[in-house]
């Protein structure tokens, strides 16, 4: 599904470059719930934009469904974005002056779906997330965790293989996250592809692999079986914090 | 790209950003409501003056006699000009000299019929001042080339004359006694732009002939052939050799004979119109350019406003392109309608201006002289200018748009 060799990225900051990956070897399947954890500024995000098509990377390769994602137009890779990934922010990322259901039917809208068909869908996706009375609703008369769940249906309604949220449980309070965490669940369940990038351990603990980054590599996968070690670990740390 | 969804989603857009869009709109409607506002006032102006040269032919010329003031060929100063018959000849050979007609001044004469009686003006004169002086003849026929052969005894009279002696009766065909000679009444006339019409016009050659005039005559009208200030220059140095060469004075002595070139002052005017209306044009087009930059101004705000949503429909799968098309049709929808509107308030204020310029004008028609008419604008310039408008806010928008459009989603998601 996704295959990552020898990843490098950095960034211009004026004068300098900043090494922000330094050659990442990953492997997910179709299927699988990853969480990509790691101290601030050790490429979490840049990792998970890379995944997205968002940003692009200096050298390695990278392949999407056996397709090698590198140099592609905007085009594109607007159009594989679309098919492929769906995205959940920190911040949601609504737009402020569309209502949810508008919101949600957007990416069926550069789909080339009717307005009329992809209202009616965007409301099924809001009542599968217990939205529907809010369908009018503009995100600003909303909670944290409704808006999360509007964005989540948005990255749903255009049936991506894969789901990438950045910190989608960051601006929540713990009822919220783990309501959250609840659907990314169900939607992993499914069969999609849910890759998560947090920097909290209950959250990662709720999924199936954790990838830990240190300094721009990959420091170590914690698969299904050692979870268990690393909820001691991570209690353990909580003890000694 | 002209789906029913695009526009749609334009209109959404729209309308949920009302503020933004109200302020695009107005400057571009205020831009062109001033553009047209002014041209229609800078064409007001020069209308209303153009058609005041219109009283008389614009080429008109009038040569008078005088005293010399230069000493030449050993005859002193002050020596009388005086015109005969010959003088039209030399004159209207003058190349460039179009109609030509003598005059010859009676000073006031006593015009009776039946019991009424008043003191006029009597213009003899010879066909050709029909054009020199742009006369309308209301009834009859002018004075033509016969009645100077034949020195017969017809007038021409002006509508107050007629309305004075001849109340609600027909004057044609009757016979008035001026200063005792009764003469036939063949026309009536008026002159445009003026509320006097007390002026009666008799054959040249009659008059001279009756009245004691022998040859003389006291004055030339004529008209002429010039377009340009250089032109119609030469023409009169041309006059003013040819009567001195016959009168024996210096063509330099401007007391010998007076001359008034209408043409030559005509054409100055325009200049000075052309002036005011090229200076117009600057300020109008100051105005479109302040409305441009203002489009540009805010169609750079509202890019930088937008980024962060272009990134998320960047990311949720927008191409490039569809994000330049949504915010250029969004801003040429809005310059589009505005423009539209500052134009028809624009024009509609012009218009109704003239409107009510017309309705006051009825009572007092001819009243002499209006220096403003007619302000209203082509409206080709006022439909261009709207396009160029367009055009400008499309371009300032295309390249802030095209810059977000090519801006990574990733950036213009971080952007706050």
């Avoid at chain 2, 857009?13 to 107005?26: A, D, E, S, Y």
């Avoid at chain 2, 008799?202 to 004055?219: E, R, Y």
């Avoid at chain 2, 505005?338 to 009572?363: C, D, H, K, R, W």
Wanted: aromatic fraction near 8%.
């Amino acid at each position: 599904m996704i295959r990552l060799n020898n990843i490098h990225k950095s960034y211009e900051m004026g004068s300098s470059s900043l090494h922000v990956l330094k050659g990442i070897d990953l492997h997910i399947e179709q299927g699988d719930f990853v969480s990509i954890m790691g101290s601030s500024g050790s490429g979490k995000s840049t990792l998970l934009n890379i995944l997205g098509m968002l940003d692009n990377y200096d050298n390695g390769t990278y392949h999407l469904s056996g397709n090698l994602i590198a140099n592609m137009s905007e085009k594109k890779a607007a159009k594989l974005r679309n098919e492929m990934v769906g995205f959940v922010f920190q911040s949601f990322n609504l737009i402020s002056f569309k209502n949810a259901m508008e919101n949600v039917a957007l990416p069926l809208y550069y789909k080339g779906v009717p307005r009329k068909k992809r209202n009616l869908i965007a409301l099924e996706y809001l009542d599968k997330l217990g939205l529907k009375e809010w369908a009018n609703h503009m995100p600003n008369e909303m909670s944290g965790g409704q808006k999360q769940r509007v964005a989540i249906a948005r990255a749903l309604i255009s049936q991506p293989k894969i789901i990438l949220a950045d910190e989608p449980t960051g601006a929540l309070d713990s009822a919220n996250s783990y309501e959250v965490m609840d659907i990314l669940r169900e939607i992993n369940d499914d069969g999609i592809t849910v890759i998560i990038v947090t920097h909290e351990h209950d959250i990662a603990a709720m999924t199936s692999q954790i990838i830990r980054l240190n300094d721009g590599r990959i420091h170590e996968i914690i698969r299904n079986g050692e979870l268990k070690q690393f909820q001691k670990e991570y209690i353990h740390g909580l003890e000694t914090a | 790209m002209f789906d029913i969804d695009i526009w749609q989603e334009i209109l959404a857009t729209i309308k949920k950003n009302k503020m933004r869009t109200f302020l695009t709109g107005f400057s571009v409607a205020w831009g062109i409501f001033m553009l047209m506002i002014l041209l229609g006032s800078g064409n007001g102006l020069s209308n209303g003056v153009a058609a005041n040269f219109m009283n008389d032919a614009v080429n008109a010329m009038w040569i008078w006699n005088g005293e010399t003031t230069i000493a030449y060929e050993g005859m002193k100063t002050g020596r009388p000009i005086s015109f005969q018959n010959q003088d039209q000849d030399i004159v209207s050979k003058v190349s460039g000299v179009g109609a030509s007609s003598g005059r010859y001044f009676m000073g006031n004469t006593r015009y009776s019929y039946g019991k009424e009686s008043g003191e006029y003006t009597t213009i003899t004169c010879q066909p050709a001042l029909r054009d020199v002086e742009n006369l309308i003849l209301n009834e009859g026929r002018f004075i033509n080339q016969i009645d100077i052969l034949q020195n017969r005894k017809i007038v021409v009279i002006g509508t107050d004359i007629k309305t004075a002696l001849f109340k609600d009766s027909t004057a044609l065909g009757e016979y008035v006694n001026i200063n005792m000679v009764p003469f036939k009444v063949v026309g009536i006339c008026s002159e445009p732009g003026s509320t006097r019409n007390r002026n009666a016009y008799m054959p040249l050659s009659t008059a001279q002939m009756i009245f004691n005039g022998s040859n003389k005559i006291h004055n030339l009208a004529l008209t002429i052939n010039a377009s340009t200030l250089e032109e119609s220059q030469a023409i009169e140095e041309q006059i003013r050799t040819a009567l001195g060469k016959k009168h024996k004075f210096d063509p330099k002595d401007e007391g010998a004979i007076g001359l008034y070139n209408k043409l030559e002052n005509y054409i100055q005017t325009m200049k000075i119109f052309q002036a005011i209306k090229i200076f117009i044009w600057i300020i109008g087009i100051g105005t479109l350019i302040a409305g441009i930059v203002g489009v540009s101004n805010i169609m750079l705000i509202v890019v930088k406003e937008r980024t962060k949503e272009i990134g998320i429909r960047k990311a949720i799968g927008a191409s490039p392109s569809s994000v330049i098309g949504l915010i250029l049709l969004e801003s040429i929808m809005i310059t589009t309608i505005a423009g539209y509107i500052g134009l028809v308030l624009g024009t509609g204020l012009m218009e109704m201006i003239n409107y009510f310029m017309m309705q006051s004008a009825v009572p007092a028609t001819d009243q002499s002289e209006t220096i403003f008419m007619n302000p209203t604008v082509d409206i080709n310039i006022a439909v261009y200018s709207t396009l160029l408008l367009i055009i400008a806010g499309a371009f300032a928008g295309y390249i802030p748009a095209k810059r977000a459009a090519s801006i990574k989603p990733i950036v213009a998601l971080r952007d706050e």
